[in-house]
């Protein structure tokens, strides 16, 4: 386009791609777009086909310290294996207020219980969790499910094949988590063996329960969709 007076700096770029996701964005997926509109403008659009996904991740740098340095009260967070702007906490009381997020801020506690069973044991039986909350988990397994918290993820080969389940994308995006294996004591649980899960192993949970609801409660990913849940 010849009324461009300059080519915006690749970190610029990421940024406005990032604002302008709905979801944490990859460096594979940036570099796309890099060539996607290469291919579509051509000219001077073209120099950044030569932008590889190291380079990507070095400006995804740049851009995280440009924002801390600017205090624009957004931050550049990596979750569920990509990127996204959100706001910083400290900002928080009055995103929420904005958006009127306060009503939904957190999972009840029976929900955040069935999910933490779940995501520490996945994939797992809902006559499994049930045994390990000793109730029935039907209502809540079900507005998990509706909320894109968990996800059927395959059959069991016992009697019935029962359904298993599992948390989703979504689940990673909403607790600001990179990967599961960032969830608090999962090199401990993993330890564990399934046979000694008892019903009062619930109490294991409270730590865990904690966390998850302080790091949804304050940050705000920029996205038109509204991430948070429903109890």
């Given at each position: 386009m010849?009324?461009?007076?300059?080519?915006?700096?690749?970190?610029?770029?990421?940024?406005?791609?990032?604002?302008?996701?709905?979801?944490?964005?990859?460096?594979?997926?940036?570099?796309?777009?890099?060539?996607?509109?290469?291919?579509?403008?051509g000219g001077p659009y073209e120099q950044f086909t030569a932008v590889k996904?190291?380079?990507?991740?070095?400006?995804?740098d740049e851009l995280r310290e440009s924002l801390a340095k600017s205090a624009t009260g957004l931050h550049v967070a990596e979750v569920a294996h990509g990127f996204?702007?959100?706001?910083?906490?400290s900002c928080g009381p009055w995103v929420r207020t904005l958006l009127d997020k306060d009503r939904t801020t957190k999972l009840s506690k029976p929900a955040l219980e069935t999910l933490a069973i779940i995501a520490y044991r996945q994939p797992v039986l809902r006559s499994e969790i049930e045994s390990v909350r000793g109730v029935s988990v039907d209502h809540i397994l079900r507005n998990l499910?509706?909320?894109?918290?968990v996800k059927v993820v395959g059959r069991s080969e016992l009697p019935g094949r029962p359904w298993m389940?599992?948390?989703?994308?979504?689940?990673?995006?909403?607790?600001?988590?990179?990967?599961?294996?960032?969830m608090?004591?999962?090199?401990?649980?993993?330890?564990?063996?399934?046979?000694?899960?008892?019903?009062?192993?619930?109490?294991?949970?409270?730590e865990m329960e904690k966390e998850l609801n302080e790091s949804s409660?304050?940050?705000?990913?920029?996205?038109?969709?509204?991430p948070d849940d429903e109890s």
């Amino acid at each position: 386009m010849s009324d461009i007076e300059r080519l915006p700096e690749l970190k610029e770029i990421i940024g406005s791609l990032l604002f302008a996701a709905k979801k944490p964005v990859t460096a594979k997926e940036i570099r796309k777009a890099l060539l996607g509109a290469a291919e579509s403008y051509g000219g001077p659009y073209e120099q950044f086909t030569a932008v590889k996904e190291k380079d990507i991740l070095e400006a995804v740098d740049e851009l995280r310290e440009s924002l801390a340095k600017s205090a624009t009260g957004l931050h550049v967070a990596e979750v569920a294996h990509g990127f996204r702007l959100q706001n910083n906490m400290s900002c928080g009381p009055w995103v929420r207020t904005l958006l009127d997020k306060d009503r939904t801020t957190k999972l009840s506690k029976p929900a955040l219980e069935t999910l933490a069973i779940i995501a520490y044991r996945q994939p797992v039986l809902r006559s499994e969790i049930e045994s390990v909350r000793g109730v029935s988990v039907d209502h809540i397994l079900r507005n998990l499910v509706e909320l894109q918290l968990v996800k059927v993820v395959g059959r069991s080969e016992l009697p019935g094949r029962p359904w298993m389940f599992g948390t989703t994308q979504r689940f990673l995006e909403h607790f600001g988590l990179m990967c599961l294996e960032d969830m608090p004591g999962m090199d401990e649980l993993k330890r564990q063996d399934d046979e000694k899960v008892k019903a009062d192993q619930t109490e294991s949970f409270p730590e865990m329960e904690k966390e998850l609801n302080e790091s949804s409660n304050d940050e705000t990913p920029n996205t038109e969709e509204d991430p948070d849940d429903e109890s």
